[in-house]
């Protein structure tokens, strides 16, 4: 069962209206073994949502969805917080935390490392800006050759992934470049972005999200 504490008209009111919202009425009756996987996160998702509970549980909650599913279920968890339920949602998607979240809570291996606000956790990461640049296959990053520039916080290497935090970085960019060119860095891709909880997460854990 869906909800409880209603009557049974009740019931079969809210569980319609919510299996409707997300397209799933006409497949009331199928068995969840021969749904897909987007359908199956559906019904578990409606199950919490239909309960309207005062606290709701979501794991994963867009997982195999396509993209109008997945902003759709973005909406109606939001408009369950502002109903009064508390929302905890696990998730290893930052948009998702950030656009569902008052706090985030990062955990690496089992083990809780940071919690606060979607920005006040952003404000924790070294610098305004954050460069990513993808550096050819085996090469050795020259970290010291960026001591030279006093908007370089901190760089941080993953694999191929060069990630240089700024405290300004749109007019030095060029000058980064041409620098570690000149050392003979192979640079495959650049982008300049704002920080997000994904750096966030990586600062924390020294893991990048998959």
Same mark, same amino acid.
Request: hydrophobic share 30%.
């Given at each position: 069962k869906m909800t409880t504490?209603? $009557?049974? @008209?009740?019931r079969t009111e809210r569980v319609e209206q919510v299996l409707r919202a997300v397209d799933l009425w006409e497949a009331r009756k199928k068995r969840t073994w021969l749904m897909s996987g987007g359908m199956r996160k559906k019904v578990e998702d409606c199950k919490v949502l239909a309960q309207r509970p005062k606290i709701a549980v979501f794991d994963e909650p867009t997982a195999f969805l396509d993209v109008p599913s997945r902003l759709l279920m973005w909406k109606m968890i939001r408009e369950l917080r502002e109903e009064g339920s508390t929302v905890i949602v696990a998730t290893n998607m930052m948009d998702e935390a950030e656009r569902l979240s008052d706090r985030v809570a990062i955990v690496n291996l089992g083990k809780l490392v940071a919690t606060d606000s979607p920005e006040r956790l952003k404000g924790t990461t070294k610098g305004g800006e954050v460069l990513e640049l993808i550096v050819g296959d085996g090469q050795e990053f020259p970290r010291e050759v960026l001591a030279q520039f006093s908007e370089v916080q901190d &760089? $941080?290497? &993953? @694999?191929?992934k060069v990630t240089v935090y700024l405290s300004s970085g749109r007019l030095l960019l060029p000058k980064i470049v041409e620098t570690l060119t000149n050392r003979g860095v192979?640079?495959? $891709?650049v982008h300049l972005k704002e920080v997000t909880l994904e750096d966030v997460f990586l600062n924390y854990t020294g893991q990048r999200l998959e």
């Open positions: 504490g209603l $009557s049974k @008209e009740a &760089v $941080s290497q &993953v @694999e191929n192979k640079i495959d $891709s």
